[in-house]
């Protein structure tokens, strides 16, 4: 069963860009067929996933968030990365890292392997 852990800051000031590092034990990034993928959760609100990182190496950004975000990997450090520009305090969430199958992102399934998530807040 593979194992991530988020890191990051836990305050950005507004219009800075955010970064989130996901490190992944007991697992690889590059093989078998999985999404590596990051998921938010605002106060009060549900799941909002953002994107994810295919074992190949290939994206999917959800519209939403798009324009701001990309997604990225270090195959030596068996990292991915969540990049989140121009921040405004809307963006405040617990942001989770995850590994779930095709049919866990297009349903939005919280099923597969999860970070603990780590709390992100946007203010100046």
């Known amino acids: 069963q593979a194992q991530l852990q988020e890191s990051g800051p836990g305050l950005v000031r507004p219009s800075q860009t955010l970064s989130l590092t996901c490190t992944v034990s007991n697992g690889s990034i590059t093989t078998g067929n999985h999404y590596w993928s990051w998921i938010r959760q605002p106060p009060g609100k549900g799941l909002e996933w953002i994107g994810y990182i295919h074992s190949t190496g290939s994206t999917f950004l959800k519209p939403y968030l798009e324009s701001r975000t990309s997604i990225f990997r270090d195959t030596s450090k068996n990292q991915f990365t969540l990049q989140l520009t121009s921040v405004t305090p809307e963006d405040t969430a617990v942001y989770y890292c995850?590994?779930?199958?095709?049919?866990?992102?297009?349903?939005?399934?919280?099923?597969?392997?999860w970070g603990q998530g780590t709390q992100v807040t946007v203010s100046s």
């Open positions: 995850a590994r779930v199958t095709a049919q866990d992102f297009v349903r939005e399934h919280r099923s597969g392997s």
